[in-house]
């Protein structure tokens, strides 16, 4: 059974930063597409960042480049995201995700499932707040 349990999440001030944590089991598969996602109230959830576990490109979406950073311990088999000078517009409830069906172009294919919220494992969610 897969489970992907979120940690890390918080209040913080404008300016701020937070690591977010997502430990990953029951994933029996040699490289596979992890990701950060969010939703905001009142609005859809969007792909944050994800990585395709065999290397190749990562995503991130416009807003966080240069802001957050996604990076993967395998020997712990968590997936993290630095979350650095964090805005309002960045809170949000944050999701880790999962996804193996990626075919050939993995790299590829896992952005683009990024883009389209097309992941099939997802995690529980932890609340991430930017506030004053």
């Known amino acids: 059974q897969v489970q992907l349990v979120e940690s890390g999440g918080g209040s913080v001030q404008p300016g701020g930063s937070l690591r977010l944590s997502c430990a990953v089991s029951?994933?029996?598969?040699?490289?596979?597409?992890l990701g950060w996602f969010r939703q905001a109230p009142g609005k859809e959830r969007e792909g944050v960042a994800a990585?395709?576990?065999?290397?190749?490109?990562?995503y991130y979406t416009d807003s966080v480049k240069g802001r957050f950073t996604i990076s993967r311990d395998h020997a712990k088999n968590t997936l993290y995201l630095q979350m650095n000078t964090l805005e309002s517009e960045d809170t949000a409830v944050y999701y880790c995700?999962?996804?193996?069906?990626?075919?050939?172009?993995?790299?590829?294919?896992?952005?683009?499932?990024?883009?389209?919220?097309?992941?099939?494992?997802w995690g529980q969610g932890t609340q991430v707040t930017v506030s004053s």
């Open positions: 990585m395709y576990t065999g290397g190749g490109s990562v």
């Open positions: 995700a999962a996804e193996t069906r990626l075919g050939t172009l993995a790299d590829v294919t896992c952005t683009l499932r990024a883009r389209r919220n097309e992941f099939a494992y």
């Open positions: 029951g994933l029996f598969y040699e490289n596979y597409c």
